[in-house]
Every structure is written in structure tokens, then in C-alpha cells.
């Protein structure tokens, strides 16, 4: 799901985090202006999965953890999120995006994406 808005700044985050569904373990990220939902689908944790190679998604959720990831880790997750969101783009996509907040944003959005996808939401979240 995707979608613009004309407003300025961060407000194009405020919008599209109101779109993104907690309980159904969504994450708003705005890319190239572009307000984006991910979501981690069982096909793309597959993917996910297939895309990192060597370990687990326990070696994912414990690099998270840990605060010992990597970009390719963040990229891959936001990669595997776009997907299950339904975006059809490529990796290489995103190499040169414009990810609104920088690379603090998207490690945050991807370390949601895991959270979410293992772990219902708080009441009142």
C-alpha cells in the first residue's frame, strides 16, 4: 500500500504511521516521499529468510536484540516488509531511496517490523 501526501516534513510519516494497522503488525516508512505500510507475511519472512543466507530468524531477532545487525540486516527487513505490503520493487530500488529519517528510521522501522510480526501489540499501543 502506498500512497502521497501534499504535507510537509514528518507530517507525511504522522499520516502514514495512522494508516499502518498495529495488530496486523504493520510499519509505517515514508521512501522517495512515498508513505509506504510493510507488513511481515509468512512468504516474506520466507523470503527473508532465503535472502540473509547463512542462520535463522532467531539470529535476526537476536542480532536485533543485541543491537549487533547490520545494514544488509535493515535492508533486507524493510526489503521483506515493502514485499509483504505488497510493493514489487527490487533490493536494488531502494540502494539510492530517499528514506525520510535516514538510516535511524528505517533500522527502527525494521527492528518494528520484527517485534510485530512475534509479538501482539500493547493494549492502548
Known amino acids: 500500500m502506498s500512497w502521497r501526501s501534499p504535507l510537509p516534513g514528518n507530517s507525511r510519516l504522522r499520516c502514514c504511521e495512522a494508516m499502518a494497522n498495529p495488530w496486523a503488525g504493520e510499519v509505517a516508512l515514508v521512501i522517495g516521499g512515498e508513505g509506504r505500510v510493510m507488513r511481515l507475511t509468512l512468504g516474506a519472512l520466507a523470503e527473508l529468510e532465503v535472502g540473509l543466507g547463512a542462520g535463522s530468524l532467531v539470529d535476526l531477532v537476536t542480532r536485533f536484540e543485541g543491537g549487533a545487525f547490520s545494514t544488509r540486516d535493515v535492508l533486507a527487513l524493510i526489503?521483506?516488509?515493502?514485499?509483504?505490503?505488497?510493493?514489487?520493487?527490487?533490493?536494488?530500488?531502494?540502494?539510492?531511496?530517499?528514506i525520510e529519517g535516514g538510516p535511524l528510521a528505517a533500522a527502527r522501522a525494521a527492528a518494528e517490523l520484527l517485534a510485530r510480526a512475534f509479538a501482539l501489540p500493547e493494549v492502548g499501543a
Request: aromatic share 4%.
Open 79 to 98: 526489503v521483506a516488509g515493502l514485499r509483504g505490503g505488497g510493493w514489487r520493487g527490487a533490493e536494488a530500488d531502494l540502494l539510492s531511496a530517499e
